[in-house]
């Protein structure tokens, strides 16, 4: 294997996919990165077993080969080398020199029979999707999944594709992001259930006007534009009927400005519990007092104005919840909606000028007296 490549271009590459790389591993090769020298340019993949990332920079390919070396080594090396022509030669020892000006290493690699295949996902029979359709439902969406072990279908994100329209559903049980687009799928209709660290891998490669080809097989979804292939593991089971859980019957409204709520949830939640972080919001007309009380720590109150001519209410909630919805909430007002003190509500968006709809949802926290 002969190659020479500039700098940026191989910094490019390996920024693909270092990523994906596992930081601890019981299986040597999978804390490496699989290097490729083709006809085609220098092919670079990683894996996790559960995500696999592959890109194609190009290369002045003197002899073809393979071989797998550290990644954390050798992305460290590129970076700390000047900018100039990097020149790679391995050998059948598995050993991998790199030379740039006067700087020259030696990496011992694995040989790339022990690199584990990518999932046999075939696009023949793929369908298309513009990559900011997708980058913006994920971006809305999954930073609602749960970070729990118990309930592993909960760590996923719920791709629904129903012809004219993509939907993503995420939720932990106590918050909810649900967002529809109007967008092509394919011909049938599915429910796909993806871990949110393979959507943030589409999310980091592809670009706004890419068009990306989507292909599935039994228990793998692949996602490809140009030279980039990025496969994950679906989260296999049922996800659960979320639809049942949005109320419909929910009849007082509040509209506020997103920022100033958020900056007055912040305030008073510095004082609340580490362990429920519950702030009690009181509606009244025209305005919404935010207070806190934690016996071994102390007391916060503020006070905002706001569209609300329904009565009094007081209701609990987890405030780190409302901050991490109303931070992706895409425009400055948002409309509020309750029914009881112990009933979810749900946040939207108000005057979105977005063929997009929004809907978070958040359970409520017993209020103690």
Known sequence: MKFTITRERLQEGLVAVAATVPTKTTLPVLANILIEATSDGLRLSATDLDIAVSTVVPAEVDAEGSVTVPAKKLVEIVRELPSAAIRVTGSGEQRVNLECGRSKFKLLGIPKEEFPNFPPVGFDKAWSVTASDIVKLISHVSFATSSEESRPILNGVLWQLQGKEMRMVATNGHRLAKMDIPARGPDASADLILPPKALDQVRRLFGPSDELEVARSDNHLGFRSGNTLVFTRLIEGPYPNYEQVIPKENDRECTAEKDTMASALRRVGIVASDQT??????????????????????????????????????????????????????????????KAPERAATIEPVGWDDPASYLCLVMPLRLVD
């Open 277 to 338: 972080h519950r702030v009690r919001l009181e509606f009244t007309p025209g305005s919404l007092r935010f207070s806190v009380n934690t016996p071994d720590l102390g007391e916060a109150q503020d006070e905002v104005s706001v569209t609300y001519d329904g009565e009094p209410l007081e209701i609990g909630f987890n405030a780190n919840y409302l901050l991490e919805i109303l931070k992706f909430m895409p425009t400055d007002e948002v409309r509020m909606t309750f």
